[in-house]
């Protein structure tokens, strides 16, 4: 599911984390929430996920888990491959509002940028727990210069955190995918039985940066 969440292109993209600081980046966002916002400051949790060699069926094969997670995986030989990097990226606003932005890069073996998956945006309850998700963005870039612009994709992504504790870490533990009211239409991914990993989905606060 997360592999699907950060899907991306194979090339080389002039993309880094300072775009998440430039008001470039979030230009459409008044029109995208219908809102007269002013961005002050994003607040910035980060996630990895890294392409690691396990032993299986006595086999070796590879799979993308969580950077900290080490159960199963073999030393024995040095190996880095692909890997992602996944943001919650909390904006402070005025007026006060709440708006939360999925966003993903990947990363080949030389440490290059090579792609940006899908973004999301949405609002984060830190009292429930809970970031909604109800819209799909993409990112367009014009001369290098990156914006967020609206997709006309539906969606309805609930990420429920086992712990959110602001300024210090996001767990997520469940990930509900509305697809519609009709009973058995929506779909329940929980992470830890998944990824046998309670910590598969925990975002580190990075750092608050000013948007300037």
Avoid at 81 to 97: F, M, N, S
Wanted: glycine residues 4%; hydrophobic residues 35%.
């Amino acid at each position: 599911m997360v592999c699907a969440l950060c899907g991306c292109s194979p090339r080389n993209i002039a993309f880094s984390t300072n775009n998440f600081s430039s008001p470039s980046f979030y230009q459409s966002l008044p029109a995208i929430l219908n809102k007269d916002l002013h961005l002050d400051s994003v607040m910035i949790y980060e996630t990895t996920f890294e392409e690691k060699p396990y032993e299986g069926y006595y086999v070796i094969d590879y799979s993308e888990v969580n950077a900290k997670n080490d159960n199963g995986i073999l030393h024995y030989k040095r190996f880095k491959g692909y890997y992602q990097k996944l943001y919650l990226l909390k904006l402070v606003t005025h007026p006060r509002d709440s708006v939360t932005i999925y966003f993903s890069l990947k990363y080949n073996a030389f440490d290059q940028c090579i792609g940006f998956g899908p973004t999301y945006i949405g609002s984060m309850n830190e009292d429930k727990k809970l970031v909604f998700f109800h819209g799909e963005l993409y990112t367009r870039n014009k001369k290098n210069n990156y914006s967020l612009k609206k997709s006309r994709l539906p969606l309805a992504l609930y990420m429920n955190a086992e712990t959110m504790i602001p300024g210090s870490y996001i767990n997520i533990d469940k990930l509900i995918v509305e697809k519609s009211f009709e009973l058995g239409n929506n779909v329940v991914i929980d992470i830890p039985r998944i990824f046998h990993d309670s910590a598969a989905l925990k975002f580190d606060y990075i750092d608050t940066r000013p948007i300037k």
